[in-house]
């Protein structure tokens, strides 16, 4: 059963993306632990951001894969002006972007017949809220690309507008407006989903 709970942002102190930054910072000085610490507390978000972006699930490891290569290729002119996060899920954008405009160049079919219930198969299951999270993917996936991403990117990832909007490349009343938006639409869907279905209930 759906419960018309959405989830809460993840916990985004100032001093975590300060840590973030600071680790970034020290990669670029050649710190070895810190690339580590820094790709460690980044990883997890870059996957979230790039899945919700992207149309193929058996791309999203290869996304990640390149938005750190892209990063750590261009972190000596990274200076520290925005938080680590932002910059790295700006870097992912634009892989993800990247890779679309290929795959519509050069369509590539996959693999398998049919790729879903693959992808599911490939999931861990009996985790607490796991069926929740597959509800919710479905019911984000039939938002509008930019309400969407505005939705991940503060409500998933906990960014701050200010930060969503830069990334997003729009004014932050924007972002608030399509994140408004968003929750209103997934809270109807969610609604919707817990009303008893009229033939059974006939039944």
Known sequence: MITPALPLPHDRSASADASITA???AARGGDSAAVDHFVRALHRDVIRYVAHLCADPQAVDDLAQDTFLRALGSLHRFEGRSSARTWLLAIARRAVADSI???AVRPRPADLPD???AAELAQPRGLPG??????LMELLAGLPDERR???VLTQLLGL???EAAALSNCPVGTVRSRVARARATLLALLAAAEEPDPVL???
């Open 149 to 151: 991403e505005a939705f």
């Open 115 to 117: 790729w879903e219930p």
């Open 201 to 203: 209930a006939a039944a």
């Open 23 to 25: 680790w970034a910072l």
């Open 160 to 162: 701050p507008y200010a």
């Open 130 to 135: 796991f069926d929740d999270g597959v509800a």
């Open 101 to 103: 405009r290929c795959t």
